[in-house]
């Protein structure tokens, strides 16, 4: 059985760690969470893909895999996530487990370490990042950004959140705008990152069959050299509630064959930190969040209006967001068809398969998370970044007492805020 410590290493630097003889390799993690604005987006997110390049130790990223090669063939890789109004910047490493090794020489030690290196000495030149990898970076950064249109399922809903949230935190694209990009410099990144290093809060996880005063030991030696500070803050997340009497309608045309029909709803001030959210995500998951849910079996399958439908929850914004494929032509008849299931899951027209389909699948696609290192610790940065200490099992239990009226009171909350669809361009 898993047992799960959390300690703080350093004023506002957290550590998480899961100890576990169940996988052959160790999962660790270094995470700095700062505040989603448009103004530090784009540097916050190139930080470490420029860190990534190269160390004072290990200069390129020839002499970092030769590194990496000695951990048995570790890997780190550099990321940027979106938990809330939360950017999520840093390093997610694989090595194998010290259980595994030969002669069982231990690993820990050298992987914090060499993490600790990637976050706190990096490569310079004259003081800052050097040149050619800022260049190269910021060109593979804007290569993401622009590469984002090319799927299109996804770019809906991205749009829909910008266009929803255009006021609001939310609305902020993780990767930064091109335009912020292209105004960085090696000077001006490299006072992004001290800025970072001073200010953010930092989340260490790891999980793997050290013990946990091991593990502590590794990740307070590994980031010693860390600033020391006081003001180290979990960003907060702003909830908005639906204000306006009309949902916001957007359209834009684009040389695509299918269209994509986005509706965002705001949650009424339910999130995570509520005492009925566990029924909201259940409601969600009747509504559209599975392939027995009723926009899937009813709204695709019979009705055939959509080539696919499914909902998703923003579980700290308070945001509900469907998605669907739809023709052109059929734009009318399938927001007004989606529309009329979440009118029958608000009048608790829901049948008993319907009810515990989504409880079961819910239940198991959260206990499968237990066996997935990485998507363990994407729920743990999620928690972390919320300020929950609710564990998966925890979260099962609650889902086991969910009722017909509770998922009817929820989804009365839902209000329709933006409509996005993008079309195809006129012949």
Request: net charge negative.
């Amino acid at each position: 059985m898993a047992q799960m410590t959390r300690r703080e290493l350093f004023p506002g630097v957290w550590l998480r760690a899961i100890h576990t003889e169940k996988f052959k390799s160790a999962y660790l993690s270094i995470t700095l969470m700062a505040p989603l604005e448009r103004a530090t987006a784009a540097e916050n997110a190139l930080v470490p893909y420029v860190l990534r390049r190269g160390t004072a130790v290990h200069p390129d990223m020839e002499r970092l895999s030769a590194a990496l090669d000695e951990l048995y063939g570790g890997a780190v890789e550099p990321v940027v996530r979106k938990k809330g109004e939360t950017q999520c910047v840093g390093f997610v490493a694989s090595f194998l487990d010290d259980a595994y090794t030969l002669g069982g020489e231990p690993i820990l030690e050298s992987a914090a370490a060499l993490l600790g290196e990637l976050l706190l000495n990096p490569y310079t030149q004259d003081g800052v990042f050097c040149p050619d990898y800022t260049a190269g970076e910021k060109a593979n950064l804007l290569d993401r950004i622009r590469g984002q249109v090319n799927d299109k399922r996804t770019y809906a809903t991205l749009q829909l959140t910008r266009r929803m949230c255009r006021e609001e935190a939310f609305g902020v694209d993780k990767l930064g705008e091109e335009a912020s990009v292209e105004a960085i410099t090696p000077a001006s990144l490299w006072q992004r990152y001290q800025n970072l290093l001073s200010s953010a809060a930092i989340e260490v996880y790891y999980c793997g069959s050290a013990a946990p005063e091991r593990v502590e030991a590794a990740l307070r030696s590994a980031l010693a050299s860390l600033p020391v500070s006081e003001n180290r803050l979990t960003p907060e997340c702003q909830v908005r509630l639906h204000a306006e009497e009309q949902p916001r309608v957007e359209e834009e045309a684009m040389d695509v064959t299918q269209g994509k029909l986005a509706l965002g709803f705001r949650t009424g001030g339910v999130t995570c930190w509520e005492e009925d959210y566990p029924a909201l995500v259940m409601c969600n998951a009747i509504f559209g969040g599975t392939t027995l849910s009723k926009l899937f079996l009813n709204v695709r399958e019979k009705r055939s209006l959509c080539y696919y439908a499914s909902s998703m929850l923003e579980k700290m914004k308070g945001l509900m967001l469907v998605s669907s494929g739809i023709e052109f032509d059929k734009y009318e008849t399938a927001r007004d068809e989606i529309l009329a299931q979440l009118e029958a899951v608000r009048r608790g027209e829901i049948e008993d398969w319907e009810l515990e389909g989504a409880r079961r699948t819910l239940i198991g696609g959260h206990r499968s998370t237990l066996d997935d290192q990485g998507r363990q610790e994407e729920f743990w940065l999620g928690q972390a970044a919320a300020g929950l200490d609710t564990t998966i099992e925890e979260l099962c239990a609650q889902f086991e007492t969910i009722t017909r009226e509770q998922v009817a009171a929820v989804a009365q909350k839902l209000e329709l805020d933006t409509i996005y669809f993008l079309k195809g361009k006129e012949a």
